[in-house]
């Protein structure tokens, strides 16, 4: 009996003793893993509460609650303009929604440069950044694009267009992936008809581009051509002429060359009452 007991009690000890060990190896993991987090804690920064779309918006949409959403923030790495308070964002009493000013996607911040004033429209002035004017484009079924662009789309424009000494004129890229703002009066893609044609196409574009467009538009034809985004810039010239569009290529006839007569002269002797030459050279007198 005492064997036994013995025995259990030896069983006992060696389970305690790898309970023991379990035990400090999770503490020890635990400390680790909270080591961690303070740690990345520590990095980040204290983490606040702010509102986010919660999908994607259009320009001109009504903003709506349940189009929102709460999610953790940097503090330190917050936007000035960001929503952190509901009453702010969505106030009682308010004579309208909030209207989206800029297209967005989901999870992007909620700031007040994205958002209207509650109950004040979108206008087209509020989709033009500090130092831009928009400009409208006269366009047609001859235009590129004209029933495929839309707002917020990047374009660039060609000239189409005589120059002097330039057979059958030229064609010139002169803006590269300008933004789309309007077309006709659409100014968010939803209010653009797929079956209609554009008439004009409105531009957001700096004062020099203003001006070059005006002149482009007043002494030739405007092309447009859809790019992917306003990465798609291009530096340079691209222009094209008839000429090397077909691949004509001018033969370049070499100038003949007109080699100047040397002039000679002779001495001179007089002979029976005649002058005759005696096949001397002599320096020729001017």
Known sequence: MRAVFALVLLVGMALAGMAVYMIQDYMADLEGALQ??????????KLVEVYVFAKPKKYGDALAEGDVQLIYWPEKALPKTVFTDKATLFPENADGPRY???STEAFEPVLASRVTEPGKLASLTSKLEKGKRAFAIKIGMDSGVSNFVKPDDYIDILWTGSVAGIEGGITRQIESAVLVIAV???????????????????VAATP??????????????????????????????VETDTKAMLGIVEEVVAPEVVVPEVKKCYAKQRSGGVLVDTGVEIPCKN
């Open 208 to 237: 020099e581009q203003v001006a070059r467009l005006a002149q482009a538009q007043s002494t030739g034809r405007l092309t447009l051509s859809l790019a992917r985004d306003s990465s798609e810039t291009i530096e340079g010239t």
């Open 36 to 45: 961690q987090e303070k740690a990345f804690n520590a990095k980040a920064g």
């Open 100 to 102: 989206i000013m800029r």
């Open 184 to 202: 006709d009066n659409a100014i968010n893609e939803g209010q653009v008809a797929s079956d209609k044609v554009a008439k004009t196409v409105t």
